[in-house]
C-alpha cells in the first residue's frame, strides 16, 4: 500500500457542515477522513465544466459560417435508418 505524506488543512468549515459530513460517513461506516479523501480524488477526477465549455468553443469555430446547418429534429422526424 501506498503511503502519502501531504495534508490538507481547511479552514473556516461551519460546524453545521462538519457535523452532517460526520454522519454521511457514519451511515457509510467510515471515518469522516476516509470519506473525504474519497470524495477528494472522485472529484478531482472529473472534467471541469469550464473545460467542457471551451471544447464546444472551440469544435464551434471550425464550423463555417456560410455553411447551411440541418436541424437535427428535422433528420430525426425524416425517419428511416441512419
Known amino acids: 500500500m ?4 501531504n495534508t490538507l488543512t481547511i479552514r473556516g468549515l461551519d460546524d453545521a457542515v462538519i ?3 460526520k ?6 461506516g467510515r471515518s469522516l ?7 477528494l480524488v472522485l472529484t478531482s477526477r472529473q472534467p471541469l465544466v469550464l473545460d467542457a465549455i471551451a471544447e464546444a468553443d472551440r469544435i464551434a469555430a ?3 459560417l456560410d ?3 440541418t ?5 430525426a422526424c425524416a425517419g428511416g435508418a441512419p
Not at 454522519?23 to 457509510?28: D, E, L, P, V
Not at 477522513?33 to 470524495?39: M, Y
Open 71 to 75: 436541424d437535427s429534429g428535422a433528420l
Open 33 to 39: 477522513e476516509a470519506d473525504l479523501r474519497d470524495l
Open 23 to 28: 454522519a454521511r460517513a457514519r451511515t457509510k
Open 19 to 21: 457535523e452532517r459530513l
Open 2 to 5: 501506498k503511503k502519502y505524506r
Open 62 to 64: 471550425m464550423t463555417p
Open 67 to 69: 455553411v447551411p446547418q
